[in-house]
């Protein structure tokens, strides 16, 4: 086994041990809900991996966001409109979700999952976000579902190697687009870096469309950038030194 990326892959495709290991950590699990409960614990408790678990290098955040299309999204809005879902810390919590969770290609035009570190919030204005940017990735459609997927693996297994960089990642389900979230825009090799990961674990196609876009430009300019993405794109290649 090379690297987590394919320990996350052989997990799901069924090479793992998960009998008596499971039930003792649902036991677990079901003990603690318990427990809370009964002390009317109002604090989250902290995401930590259970026992023979595969930790990953960092906790992560599901979140979900439904948007209303008549009404124009405000900083305030977007944050009451964002629902955090689960945190987990391991390989193995991972699947036990996300063999549940509805894939991408099944949601409505107006909804959106997010995967972020712990502690970032998938929002611009996060002090993790604010100086950085995103790859935007356009897929014809259908193809959601199996590139998000890969997506997160690739992010889950650490295959980016741009250490603390990547934030997180969304899924634009109604544009078929996805977002990769880093840190710092003006570190220009670091972005190239992920464009070129995006590229190899997403098998994309010579004809995808890739732009890149500062969280300080999407607060300008919000929304869809129309006849601009072509230019923002054509000078992003230029400075990365792409052909």
């Known amino acids: 086994m090379n690297n987590k990326f394919d320990a996350l892959k052989d997990y799901y495709s069924g090479d793992h041990d998960q ?26 408790k902290a995401v930590i991996p259970g026992p023979a678990e595969h930790p990953l290098q960092y906790n992560y955040t599901f979140w979900y966001s439904r948007r209303t299309p008549s009404h124009p999204t405000s900083s305030q809005s977007y944050e009451q409109n964002i629902k955090q879902i689960i945190t987990f810390a391991s390989v193995e919590q991972f699947w036990r979700f996300y063999s549940h969770m509805v894939c991408p290609g099944d949601l409505t ?93 997403l098998n994309l196609p010579p004809n995808t469309i890739m732009e890149y876009k500062t969280h300080t430009d999407s607060i300008k300019m919000p929304g869809r950038l129309g006849p601009q993405r072509l230019l923002f794109q054509t000078l992003w290649k230029l400075q990365l030194n792409v052909p």
């Open 19 to 44: 009998n008596e290991e499971n039930s003792t950590q649902k036991d677990g699990e079901k003990e603690k809900v318990e427990r809370d409960k009964s002390q009317g614990s109002s604090k989250r």
């Open 109 to 201: 035009g107006h909804s959106d999952f997010h995967l972020f570190k712990e502690g970032i919030k998938p929002m611009w204005e996060d002090d993790a976000n604010k100086n950085g940017g995103k790859w935007i990735i356009q897929l014809w459609k259908g193809l959601a579902s199996p590139c998000w997927e890969n997506l997160i693996l690739a992010m889950l297994g650490e295959q980016f190697m741009v250490g603390e960089e990547i934030c997180g990642a969304v899924v634009f389900v109604r544009f078929q687009e996805f977002y990769i979230w880093n840190k710092t825009a003006s570190d220009q090799a670091t972005t190239a870096r992920i464009r070129d990961t995006l590229q190899q674990v």
